[in-house]
């Protein structure tokens, strides 16, 4: 039972290793090696554990992913149940952005992780986009897409590149904040940064709602 105990304890251990190292190094400047080093173990051991460095970044964009997916669908849980009007859907759509921003605020990691895929890290290991990323992209488009034709908002919208837009700015600000005229970099530690950026997120999916798919100019009737 102990040593069964210390497998799990050795796999978790090399797991949260290889998931810092990725996320701040990219899958091509990462080796397993380096990962075993930052444990006190040796490659063997590593391969032991979690096979060679294809699985072990699999197994770390599964975990990244898992975690994703379980705050989407609750949130889109929540979501799904809100009120049938315009107005209810666009405070529960509101409320879904900022459960995602929290979450990638909380768990800096994994924006990390994928924006190291957006700069071809790994690129030749294009399944973890298919098996994970796009699903969950998809499934989340479609839920939103259901309830804003619901709620009768949205008409026309690009919802698959609003839920992008999202995740790219998002990801961007907590991993790079934004920088002020004095070039300094705010962060999302910086409150009044994170207030601004979230007012500015806010905006942007109201007025993507509120656009409605038309042309730039075209003024509502």
């Known amino acids: 039972m102990s040593n069964h105990a210390d497998d799990g304890t050795s796999r978790e251990r ?55 997916r379980e705050v989407a669908t ?15 859907t666009r405070a529960a759509l509101l409320g879904f952005v900022d459960t995602y921003l929290s979450f990638c605020l909380s768990h800096p990691e994994v924006p990390a992780l994928w924006m190291r895929r957006w700069l071809s890290e790994g690129a030749e290991l294009a399944e973890i986009e298919t098996e994970f990323a796009g699903p969950l992209v998809a499934e989340v488009a479609s839920d939103v897409r259901t309830v804003l034709e619901r709620a009768g908002i949205g008409t026309g919208i690009d ?30 530690r910086d409150l009044a940064a994170l207030d601004r950026f979230r007012r500015h997120l806010h905006a942007v999916v109201t007025g993507v709602l509120d656009q409605g798919g038309r042309p730039p100019g075209e003024r509502r009737a």
Request: charged share 20%.
């Open 74 to 88: 609750a949130a889109l849980e929540r979501l799904r149940a809100c009120g049938p009007s315009a107005e209810e």
């Open 14 to 68: 090399i797991l949260e290793a290889a998931t810092r190292l990725f996320a701040e190094r990219g899958y091509d400047a990462t080796s397993t090696r380096a990962i075993g080093e930052a444990v006190g173990l040796n490659i063997a051991t590593v391969a032991y554990h979690v096979g060679g460095k294809f699985e072990l970044y699999r197994a770390v964009m599964r975990r990244a992913h898992l975690a994703q």
């Open 159 to 188: 919802v698959e590149m609003l839920v992008f837009t999202i995740v790219w700015t998002t990801h961007s600000f907590g991993q790079a904040g934004v920088i002020d005229p004095a070039g300094r970099r705010l962060g999302p």
